[in-house]
């Protein structure tokens, strides 16, 4: 049974940081894309960062400079530094792992709320 189980989450102050992780569990982990999604409330799910079984990254223009995305393909492990959170931040995050043809394989989430 393929798990993606997300921690890290929490409360943090328009400037902060956070880094979220993400444990996966029933794949064959180095093979896979991973990445990471939020959704706003009130809003559509977002793609914000994704990392290649090769380790090439992509982030959204709205994370560039402030997050990070890293993963360890020996503890199965994906990440997502978080810096310079601001209140537009603020959502519930999504690990998720896929191939080319798209993520095949989420996570339940883990809130993140930034608040002054």
């Known amino acids: 049974q393929v798990q993606l189980v997300e921690s890290g989450g929490g409360l943090v102050q328009p400037g902060g940081s956070l880094r979220l992780s993400c444990a996966a569990s029933g794949i064959a982990f180095s093979a896979y894309t991973t990445g990471w999604y939020r959704q706003a409330p009130g809003k559509e799910r977002e793609w914000v960062a994704t990392i290649s079984s090769s380790r090439s990254t992509n982030l959204a223009d709205s994370v560039k400079g402030r997050f990070t995305i890293s993963r360890d393909n020996t503890k199965k492990m994906v990440y997502l530094q978080m810096n310079g959170l601001k209140p537009e931040d603020t959502a519930v995050y999504y690990c998720?792992?896929?191939?080319?043809?798209?993520?095949?394989?989420w996570g339940k989430g883990t809130l993140v709320t930034v608040f002054s």
């Open positions: 998720a792992a896929g191939d080319s043809g798209g993520m095949v394989y």
